[in-house]
Every structure is written in structure tokens, then in C-alpha cells.
């Protein structure tokens, strides 16, 4: 109980900081065009990287964001905080932590991922092919003896690299707008890195896909889907992620997102699935 409290601290009183230093956002794009940022702090939806930057910055303008994220599941919970910066509408950099917990096991894992993005073509609003965006998400575990207990063939740090396409559609159901994103990741990872990298079945990279879509009800309210193919390098069934989110965007300043998220079989352990929240304030 102590633990659940003082990890509910930790993510509230984040929260708490977020809120409380939030700023006007820049003028550079519509309301809710930036997307949010996704569990490993790039830009994108919740699970997945979309090829959108984490900001409303426009082609002479710089902008800042921080998330708090928390994913809590039947026999897990994962907290995350994290802060991206945006340049010029061009490149993203961004660093969370992750913080695993494994409830009632009195263990947590701790892992830290610095990303960044490059867009190379297009607007996500108004360019007639989809914006497009490449990144890498660099991982390392700060607590390697779960990942080695389990199996990985490499405990401490491994690489991400994917591309992104994402568009936006003005109009495009019943007169609402909608956003989808595909994206292509080559990874090692297991559980995202929490796991290690690499194992007993497969050590080498894989192209796992992932994609997002939605719709925006209003300039403040969408609703959407997104699924995340998973590798099962450890052979204990890692499963495809998949959820469903609601967010409320009140202003370029802040964003919430409400999903219920189905993560399937984490480390053996089936019928992963629980509620994600998670809160995004421009700060710059």
C-alpha cells in the first residue's frame, strides 16, 4: 500500500508541476494537429510514434511539451514523464523514463529512453501525401536482472529506428476530420526494452508495424484506435498491443487522453489490460 501511494505521489505531483508552469502555445498549427506524445515521449498517439513533431511550433518557432502517462493493468503498472522539444517544425528530440512496477512483487524497473525525429516531407493538414518522419528511440535499463532473469540476449541498452507516414483528412467523415498514422519499426526490443533485447528465438532486428486512426468531433474531442505489432523474441507469447482513447484538447496548452488499453500477455502473465492516462501540457 505505502508503494502505491508513493507512486501515485510521484505521478501527481508531476502532474501538479506540469499544469502549474503552462504558457500560451505558438500559433503554428490548428488545435489538435500535433497529436499527443506516445509512451516512449515521441510525438504520436498513445502507443504509437506518429510522424508528427510534440509541438504546435511552425517553420520559425520552437516549442516544449511534458507528459505524465500512467498505464495500469492487472498485474502491472508503468508510469511515465517525459519532455520533447520541437525545432523550427523540423527535427524532435525527447527524453521519458519508465518506471514498471510489478504489483505485489515490491520490484520496479526503470528505464530511460532519449529519442529524436526528423520530418522529410509534407504537412500532416495540407500537403496532398502524408507527412513523413523518421526516428530512433534509444533505451537503457537501469535494472538489467529481470530482463537477464527472463532471458534477453542483451540486458542493458538497444536502439529503435522507424518511419512514420501520418495525414490528416479536413471533412472527411460526415464532415469531421480524420487522422491516420502507419509506422514501421525495426526493433529488438521486448515489452518496448523493459525486457532486454534479444532472446532464445530471435537476436536480430525485425520490422514490426503500427498504426493509429481517428476522429475529431469537434477542434477539442477525438476519439480513435491504434494497434502495435509486438516481436516474441523471449518465446513467452508477447502479444500485439491494441487501445482505444477519447481525448479532450481544451487549448493548444493542454491535452488529456482517457483509453482502455489491451496489452495482452506481458512475461507470461495473461489478460493485461486496464486503463491508460495520460496528461500533455505545451510548456513552450
Not at 505485489?104 to 500532416?124: E, M, P, S, W
Not at 529481470?146 to 529506428?161: E, H, L, N, P, R
Not at 487522453?257 to 507470461?268: E, P, R, V
Request: with cysteine; hydrophobic share 40%; aromatic share 12%.
Amino acid at each position: 500500500m505505502t508503494q502505491k501511494i508513493s507512486s501515485m505521489s510521484y505521478y501527481l505531483g508531476f502532474i501538479f508541476a506540469l499544469c502549474s508552469s503552462l504558457v500560451s502555445a505558438q500559433d503554428g498549427k490548428l488545435i489538435g494537429t500535433a497529436g499527443l506524445v506516445q509512451l516512449e515521449g515521441s510525438g504520436g498517439g498513445g502507443i504509437v510514434p506518429w510522424a508528427t513533431l510534440a509541438g504546435y511550433d511552425s517553420r520559425d518557432q520552437i516549442s516544449v511539451s511534458a507528459v505524465a502517462t500512467q498505464v495500469d493493468v492487472d498485474d502491472y503498472r508503468l508510469n511515465v514523464l517525459g519532455i520533447s522539444a520541437s525545432f523550427y517544425d523540423r527535427v524532435e528530440v525527447s527524453v521519458a523514463q519508465h518506471r514498471f512496477d510489478l504489483k505485489g512483487a515490491g520490484v520496479d524497473i526503470k528505464q530511460n529512453i532519449y529519442g529524436v525525429k526528423y520530418r522529410v516531407y509534407g504537412d500532416v493538414v495540407y500537403s496532398d501525401w502524408p507527412q513523413i518522419s523518421v526516428g530512433a528511440q534509444h533505451k537503457v535499463l537501469e535494472d538489467e536482472g529481470i530482463a537477464s532473469a527472463v532471458g534477453a540476449d542483451k540486458t542493458g541498452s538497444g536502439t529503435d529506428f522507424y518511419i512514420a507516414a501520418t495525414k490528416v483528412h479536413l471533412g472527411a467523415i460526415a464532415g469531421y476530420n480524420a487522422v491516420w498514422n502507419l509506422t514501421a519499426r525495426a526493433t529488438k526490443a521486448n515489452e518496448m526494452g523493459l525486457l532486454g533485447y534479444g532472446g532464445i528465438k530471435n537476436d536480430n532486428y525485425e520490422v514490426m508495424l503500427e498504426a493509429s486512426a481517428g476522429i475529431l468531433f469537434s477542434r477539442h474531442f477525438a476519439v480513435g484506435v491504434e494497434y502495435r505489432q509486438k516481436p516474441d523474441n523471449l518465446g513467452l507469447g508477447e502479444d500485439d498491443w491494441k487501445d482505444l482513447f477519447v481525448t479532450y484538447i481544451p487549448s493548444k496548452d493542454f491535452s488529456i487522453t482517457l483509453a482502455w488499453a489491451d496489452l495482452g500477455k506481458i512475461a507470461g502473465a495473461d489478460g493485461q489490460d486496464g486503463l491508460y492516462l495520460s496528461f500533455n501540457g505545451q510548456l513552450w
